[in-house]
């Protein structure tokens, strides 16, 4: 009896164990499935950000901004390129529809180099100085120009725009750069709070703790979406067919 009780018991244990190990088993192989997907998801092709200085003083406090930005997206993999343009002296939009014909602007300038490397760019970050409550002159004169004759260069890939000011008018430029994004189909790079920075001079923006590490979640944030458009990419999602434009005027014909 002693010994058929003991042999029950063994046999107990080793269905018990034996289950227990075959579980333990197909947990590890799950375990080790998500680690190689999550592998295969962050080794991403190589990926680059453009951020664009609007700025007229090229090392100022915008710089010092996009700067911090540029940082956190290199200790994420990501390449950066930080473009002065906040000196040039451009001129505005013709209207003239030239771009429409050859992908690029009549004016020669800083504007087609910048639609040139945007081809090969996965993401963009727009910064400027806060003038009158709005985005530098010259910085409007780009923008205008490089979405109009640059637009599918652009569109959906993550875009975000950062301001610098001394006090005021971050809310209304920030805005401003925003309507930017949101008409050419470009998802929206947000972060923590309001892109901004305070400061009159490089190193008072230095001070702005707050809006540095805004400046650095921005840039984690960008990366995070990048990565998640490449995986979505390979996983065979592609960008939405685009509806052939409808342009309504909202006036009545006359009857």
């Known amino acids: 009896m002693k010994t058929r009780f003991l042999g029950l018991l063994s046999f107990f244990l080793f269905v018990l164990f034996g289950c227990q190990q075959g579980q333990d088993k197909q947990e590890k192989d799950i375990v080790t499935s998500k680690i190689e997907i999550n592998v295969n998801d962050t080794s991403t092709r190589f990926m680059k950000v453009l951020l664009i200085n609007g700025s007229p003083h090229e090392k100022g406090c ?48 800083i504007v087609n180099v910048v639609i040139e490397k945007a081809k090969s760019a996965d993401g963009f970050i727009f910064g400027s100085p806060v003038h ?29 725009g950062v301001v610098s000011a001394r006090r005021a008018g971050t809310t209304a430029s920030l805005q401003q750069l925003n309507q930017y994004f949101t008409i050419n189909n470009m998802p929206v790079v947000s972060s923590q709070y309001w892109n901004m920075v305070h400061g009159n001079k490089p190193e ?21 979406l990048l990565k998640s458009i490449e995986a979505g990419k390979k996983a065979g999602i592609s960008p939405p067919e685009t509806e052939p434009r409808e342009r309504t005027n909202f006036i009545e014909p006359t009857r």
């Not at 010259?138 to 975000?160: C, H, I, N, Q, V």
């Not at 707050?210 to 995070?224: F, P």
């Open 132 to 160: 009158y409550s709005g985005i530098s002159g010259t910085m409007k004169l780009f923008l205008d120009r490089l979405f109009y004759a640059g637009s599918k260069e652009l569109a959906y890939k993550p875009g975000a």
């Open 204 to 224: 008072d923006v230095l001070k702005d703790k707050e809006g540095l590490q805004i400046m650095r979640t921005l840039g984690h944030n960008m990366t995070w």
């Open 62 to 109: 915008t710089y010092t901004a996009l700067s911090e930005v540029a940082k956190a997206l290199n200790a994420d993999g990501i390449e950066t390129e930080i473009i002065h343009v906040g000196n040039e002296s451009l001129q505005g939009c013709r209207a003239c529809k030239g771009c429409k014909e050859n992908g690029e602007c009549v004016h020669i300038d």
